[in-house]
């Protein structure tokens, strides 16, 4: 499998860090006022096409976002905001080999990659000593998910940089960001979870602005 590449650590805020905490604090606020009215938000393009790259050793035998015990024989896969147990069409543009995968685990979290694929998976479609493939996303069946819930995922930073950005969006939204030691398996670097947005258009709202000040965010499905 080739490793997960690192994307070079965040550059700090240099501006619009008070118009961030407002819209945070408004969004979170109409997400809670709606909860019950949310439609989920069509997959934009960029969630429908891009990289595939899959994932083994050391997950296996771990558990899933699901709760499931990862197994990487069987055919499934990683996506950030697909419901689980959606069952997804990949295609290889550049082969046109085919594989159809459940969801049951949640990223990848790595700009321009699109789904996370078993090692079986991978194998279908003959990527499996390359570790990454041009696809293309067709969800063939996706069940109802109306609990579901909104949050960002902020990655590749290092341990300090996610203390900073976490204190700067504490107090912003209901639940404090959390920081998470480790990225992609890798200690040198840390995750900030923004949890807490009922919906999916609020969620994407922060990300955008997070992403426009340098920041690898990332929209996923959660629960309450």
């Not at 949640?106 to 696809?135: F, H, K, N, T």
């Not at 920081?179 to 994407?204: I, K, S």
């Amino acid at each position: 499998m080739q490793p997960l590449s690192v994307p070079p650590a965040a550059k700090r805020w240099r501006r619009c860090a008070v118009p961030l905490l407002l819209v945070l604090g408004l969004t979170f606020l109409s997400g809670c006022a709606t909860r019950q009215e949310a439609a989920p938000a069509r997959l934009p393009q960029d969630e429908l096409a891009g990289v595939a790259s899959w994932y083994g050793d050391p997950y296996h035998g771990k558990r899933t976002a699901n709760g499931e015990v990862y197994d990487m024989n069987a055919l499934t896969a990683a996506h950030r905001t697909l419901p689980f147990n959606s069952q997804v069409r990949v295609q290889r543009t550049d082969t046109g080999r085919e594989v159809e995968v459940r969801i049951n685990d949640r990223g990848p979290y790595v700009d321009g990659r699109v789904i996370d694929l078993s090692r079986a998976a991978a194998r279908q479609l003959d990527m499996e000593r390359r570790g990454l493939a041009p696809v293309r996303l067709t969800p063939t069946e996706v069940p109802e998910d109306p609990r579901a819930a909104w949050a960002i995922v902020v990655g590749g930073l290092t341990p300090a940089q996610a203390g900073r950005l976490a204190g700067r969006l504490n107090g912003a939204a209901a639940r404090p960001p959390r920081v998470v030691q480790g990225w992609n398996g890798d200690l040198r670097y840390a995750q900030v979870w923004v949890r807490g947005y009922a919906q999916e258009t609020d969620a994407r709202k922060l990300a955008n602005l997070l992403r426009g000040e340098g920041y690898p965010a990332f929209v996923v499905r959660t629960k309450y």
